[in-house]
């Protein structure tokens, strides 16, 4: 089934002084990388963000939020409203490390009637890198209205389906590099371990 992407460029990088999309590792800026693996799965890709004269440079679709200020579910829903697909593919844009294969992996557990495919690894769930069915949009419209923004409060009001590590070809495949793709880059420290695990194993 045809899938679009929808990547978060929101978020106000508090942690990490500056916006961290736009921090570079190695030699590309961490978005681009992003986006890059993005295009390997499908070409229908939106880019979440209430800021698009810094992101023009991607040439891809910019969308605002509808409802601002709503951390990831506002930008969710933002991606499910301009979305054409029934299927999206939600990641953020500090996940410098994603891989086509895994999101692919992902999007091949999908069987009708789900709302959602979100993988749990080493027993934390991952809601930002995940799939999600438009049917959910007017649930997830709902939370937003209540105010109500945690992301574990839209997952209990929609059908979930849970894979873990083991699910992936990937991480028996090589269980290390498989942990690096969930690696999150929030603060300055972590931008340090990113380019030494661009050095070293990527």
Not at 37 to 43: A, M
Not at 84 to 109: G, H, R
Not at 168 to 179: A, G, V
Request: charged letters at 25%; one cysteine or more.
């Amino acid at each position: 089934m045809e899938c679009t992407m929808l990547l978060l460029a929101g978020g106000k990088s508090s942690r990490m002084g500056v916006n961290k999309a736009l921090l570079k590792i190695g030699e590309e800026v961490n978005i681009s990388r992003v986006a890059s693996e993005l295009k390997k799965v499908s070409e229908n890709i939106l880019v979440i963000t209430n800021t698009s004269e810094d992101y023009r440079f991607l040439h891809l679709p910019l969308i605002p939020d509808l409802h601002k200020d709503r951390g990831p579910l506002g930008g969710l829903h933002a991606g499910m409203s301009y979305s054409k697909t029934e299927l999206q593919f939600l990641t953020a844009c500090d996940m410098p490390f994603v891989s086509a294969e895994a999101i692919n992996e992902i999007i091949s557990y999908y069987e009708p009637g789900l709302d959602a495919i979100i993988p749990e690894i080493n027993g934390r769930l991952q809601p930002l890198f995940a799939v999600y069915h438009k049917r959910c949009l007017p649930v997830l419209t709902d939370c937003l209205v209540k105010q109500e923004l945690k992301m574990r409060i839209f997952l209990e009001k929609i059908s979930v389906k849970i894979i873990k590590e083991t699910d992936f070809e990937l991480y028996h495949k090589n269980p290390k590099r498989f942990q690096r793709l969930f690696f999150n880059m929030n603060t300055r420290e972590d931008y340090q371990e990113a380019g030494h695990i661009n050095q070293t194993e990527f």
